[in-house]
Every structure is written in structure tokens, then in C-alpha cells.
């Protein structure tokens, strides 16, 4: 299996642009989770999905944060207008019901400048 | 408060040295725990879960203190290797996992 794949690994943007990071979950799982990492805040669980439906979403920092997952195999984080302090590195993870280890991608690292 | 506190370190010890981490939980009803690791610039791997009853994987060992709410992990003949950073890692529910921020150990030849 190739694990969970995230795109792009790097992005650039300027403050007020949409970006949109993608993520395809290993195939079988129906948990996906998108995180966010910073030095100071550590890695935060932003929402998780399961079966496709967003289960708490209580970590989205704000409106401008959107995600969706239309189908089993992929989800995207959506961030409009963009931010200088949403730079971070996102992660998505997924597992399967009767895991216990959560799959990480190798993240998107996010610079809006 | 937040759910899941640990000491960011950094923890520098010789080779060889044992260490042990500490990481402490704010929900009682928390059901599963685990360490996992994460290499500078990676993303995070499960190291290994954490059992009631203590668990040991060569030369790491996990407990849980579930009257405390506290993990534990203890790393003995620290390697070169084994630097990196330990994320405690708490379920609230079955599947929400809460990571702590992390103690970076930097091992010394």
C-alpha cells in the first residue's frame, strides 16, 4: 500500500489566496483526520471524518477553514483568504475501525507570506 | 489546561544512558494511549501503544497510570538513533486522538 498520500508537500502562497490541501487516506480506512503542526502549538487536531462524514470539527480555528470528503478515498482541507499565521505544516492521518495506529501522510507545509 | 501535557525537553543524554518521559492527561474517560515518534521534519510513527498493565518493546517500556492519569516512557541504553521527538498521543472517544507537543531527546556520542 502506499500509505496515506498528501498534496502538494510544499506550498507558497501570499495572504489572502485560497489554498487547498488534498489527501487520499489509505484504502480500507474510514477514519481520516486533518492536524495542524506549529513549534508553538504542537500537533492539533483540526476535524475528523468518519465514513466520509465529519464527526468534530471543534478544532477548526475559524470560518475561513473548510474541510470536505466527497468520497472514501479523498478529502481536502480548504483555507480562503489565507493568512500569514496559518503557516504551519497540515497532516492528514486515517485509520480503520478495530485499528489502533493512525497512518500519517508526510504533510504539507504551508507558507503564506 | 490542556488534554495532553508533556515536558518539551529537550532531554540530552550520553549513549547508553536510560531515560524516561512523562506525559499527563486532563480526561479520565480517555480508553487508549500511545507513544509515537517523530524524526526532525517527518511526520509522526507509532512507537508503541500503552497497556493497562505495562508493555515493554526491546528496550522501551510503557506504563499507564490510569489513578494519576499519567504515561510513561522509558527509553534504556539510549542509541544515536533513538533522537528524536516523543508525542504522547490520548483518545478522547474511541477514534479522536490528542497529541501532545512533544519532548525532543537528543542523544550525545
Known amino acids: 500500500d502506499a500509505g496515506v498520500i498528501q498534496s502538494p508537500r510544499h506550498e507558497v502562497t501570499e495572504m489572502g489566496q485560497e489554498v487547498t490541501l488534498r489527501c487520499k487516506p489509505i484504502?480500507?480506512?474510514?477514519?481520516l483526520f486533518w492536524y495542524r503542526q506549529t513549534m508553538m502549538r504542537g500537533l492539533e487536531l483540526l476535524i475528523y471524518?468518519?465514513?466520509?462524514?465529519?464527526?468534530?470539527d471543534s478544532g477548526m480555528p475559524e470560518d475561513r477553514f473548510s474541510a470536505k470528503m466527497p468520497n472514501a478515498s479523498f478529502s481536502t482541507l480548504k483555507i480562503q483568504p489565507s493568512e500569514p499565521r496559518d503557516s504551519a505544516v497540515y497532516f492528514c492521518?486515517?485509520?480503520?475501525?478495530?485499528?489502533?495506529?493512525?497512518?500519517f501522510g508526510q504533510g504539507t507545509r504551508l507558507t503564506v507570506v | 489546561r490542556k488534554e495532553v501535557e508533556q515536558d518539551p525537553g529537550p532531554f540530552n543524554v550520553p549513549e547508553g544512558a536510560t531515560v524516561a518521559f512523562n506525559c499527563t492527561y486532563s480526561?479520565?474517560?480517555?480508553?487508549?494511549f500511545f507513544w509515537y515518534r517523530q524524526d526532525c521534519r517527518k511526520e509522526p510513527k507509532l512507537l508503541m501503544s500503552?497497556?493497562?498493565s505495562g508493555n515493554e518493546d526491546g528496550r522501551f517500556t510503557a506504563q499507564l497510570n490510569r489513578a494519576s492519569q499519567y504515561i510513561s516512557l522509558l527509553i534504556r541504553d539510549s542509541k544515536l538513533s533513538d533522537s528524536a521527538t516523543y508525542l504522547c498521543?490520548?483518545?478522547?472517544?474511541?477514534?479522536?486522538?490528542?497529541f501532545g507537543t512533544g519532548t525532543r531527546l537528543k542523544v550525545l556520542a
Open positions: 492521518a486515517s485509520t480503520g475501525t478495530g485499528n489502533t495506529e493512525a497512518f
Open positions: 484504502s480500507g480506512h474510514d477514519y
Open positions: 471524518f468518519n465514513n466520509n462524514v465529519p464527526i468534530d
Open positions: 480526561n479520565s474517560a480517555s480508553q487508549s
Open positions: 500503552v497497556y493497562s
Open positions: 498521543v490520548v483518545t478522547s472517544g474511541t477514534y479522536k486522538y490528542i
